[in-house]
């Protein structure tokens, strides 16, 4: 995944744009859940399922080094 130079303001912060594929069939569900109206963007799914693959990624390192004490 390469990096864009371009930055946006968001509410949220600073956002940087990233550019990756995903195949086709992928693109094609992200696209009905956009049009059914579960995300009013591909953008938008992206983001959440971002923050919860960090948060189940925190989770997880957690529960690790929890097991090691």
């Known amino acids: 995944m390469r990096r864009s130079r371009k930055k946006a303001r ?3 912060g600073d956002l940087v744009k ?3 594929r995903i195949p086709m069939r992928e693109y094609e569900e992200m696209l009905l859940a956009v049009k059914t109206g ?3 963007s591909i953008s ?3 983001r959440h399922a971002l923050e919860r693959l ?3 990624y925190r989770e ?3 529960a690790a ?3 090691r004490r």
Do not use: A, R
Request: aromatic share 10%.
């Open 65 to 67: 080094l929890s097991k």
């Open 60 to 62: 997880g390192v957690h």
């Open 54 to 56: 960090v948060l189940e």
């Open 10 to 12: 968001d509410e949220e």
């Open 44 to 46: 938008e799914l992206v």
């Open 38 to 40: 579960s995300y009013s």
């Open 18 to 20: 990233v550019n990756f």
